[in-house]
């Protein structure tokens, strides 16, 4: 079926560090999302975008999180600066339209030290 | 606001027995309900989704059905498999406008034994 690819798979770094998270979506598809999930915890939304502008964000998606998709290139999730508690791991997603069924990626494991 | 609860943390079961997980959500609307099973090393992908009341999904011998009444959409399958061990997510779809976003259960951890 469709893939989602996520790069890289993990990433280490220090705390006040930035990170950028990147997402190969679907190649046809229109809407992307990042979720957050915290070992043990429940998967979160945290934002979903559509047609170059953040559609909707969670109380999640700090001021220090932004998203974009240059020139239909990776989607990309960057964290400036990094926290202790943003360590988790980030799915990406991807659909052809707002409600049809989202394809997740594998994920990316963020520590931060 | 909108939830999805699943009590059960983890289910053991042998191969051929029948599996039943529970969940149940709070929503104001009319709501889409998904089940998506996780393997280890991927990402969440859909199960089964049923979108109108009382009506069931179904995909690889997994069934579930959406009561309105009990506001439950439990999944069940007869006979389980080693191969269906994996993680299993209760999610409801919350849709504004034009875009949404997915709502998850904490999930539910089937391991089968052979």
């Known amino acids: 079926g469709p893939k989602v690819l996520q790069i890289p798979s993990h990433q280490i770094i220090d705390m006040g560090q930035m990170v950028t998270l990147n997402c190969d979506p679907v190649s046809n598809h229109l809407y992307f999302y990042w979720y957050k999930q915290i070992l043990g915890q429940q998967m979160e939304f945290l934002v979903n975008f559509y047609n170059g502008k953040v559609m909707e964000k969670s109380k999640l998606f700090k001021d220090q999180f932004s998203v974009e998709r240059p020139d239909g290139s990776y989607f990309t999730l960057k964290i400036q600066p990094t926290a202790l508690e943003d360590s988790a791991v980030y799915f990406c997603?991807?659909?052809?339209?707002?409600?049809?069924?989202?394809?997740f990626g594998p994920g990316t494991r963020l520590t931060v030290l | 606001g909108n939830s999805v609860t699943q009590m059960q943390g983890q289910v053991t079961l042998s191969e051929e027995e029948f599996l039943f997980i529970n969940c149940t959500y709070s929503?104001?609307?009319?709501?889409?309900l998904f089940w998506y099973v996780q393997y280890p090393g991927e990402g969440p992908q859909l199960l089964l989704k049923v979108t109108t009341a009382n009506n069931k999904g179904s995909s690889r011998g997994f069934e579930a059905t959406y009561d309105k009444g009990t506001t439950s959409f439990h999944l069940q399958k007869a006979s389980v498999q080693e191969s269906d061990s994996a993680v299993y997510y209760c999610?409801?779809?919350?849709?504004?406008?034009?875009?949404?976003?997915?709502?998850f259960g904490l999930g539910t951890t089937l391991q089968v034994q052979p």
């Open positions: 999610v409801l779809g919350e849709w504004t406008g034009n875009t949404g976003k997915l709502i």
């Open positions: 929503t104001t609307g009319y709501p889409t």
């Open positions: 997603a991807s659909s052809s339209l707002g409600g049809a069924e989202q394809f």
